[in-house]
């Protein structure tokens, strides 16, 4: 059973930092590219980036490109989001996703106050 749990989220101010994780477990982490999501509140999901199964291309919405970087750790089965230059329009709930499995974890809460 493929699981996703994301944890890391938080209260930041405008220009802060956070560090998301995501822990999976159910299948061969190594093997699959992964993705993070974001929704705002009243917006559709959105594509924040993607990482190829190695670690070794990462590609990134514009909205982000330049502040936020998407690492993995194949042997610890982990993948991460770093988070900087934080703005208010960063706030969302963010997701990990496994578009392989098409399976979402229960998502992590970000807000950037102003």
């Known amino acids: 059973q493929v699981q996703l749990v994301e944890s890391g989220g938080g209260l930041v101010q405008t220009g802060g930092s956070l560090r998301l994780s995501c822990a999976t477990s159910?299948?061969?982490?190594?093997?699959?590219?992964m993705r993070w999501y974001r929704q705002a509140p009243g917006k559709e999901r959105e594509l924040v980036g993607t990482i190829t199964s190695s670690g070794g291309i990462t590609n990134y919405a514009d909205s982000v490109k330049g502040r936020f970087t998407i690492s993995r750790d194949n042997a610890n089965k982990m993948m991460y989001l770093q988070m900087s230059s934080l703005k208010p329009e960063d706030t969302a709930v963010y997701y990990c996703n496994a578009p392989r499995f098409n399976s979402w974890g229960q998502g992590t809460q970000v807000t950037v106050s102003s």
């Open positions: 159910g299948f061969t982490f190594s093997s699959y590219s």
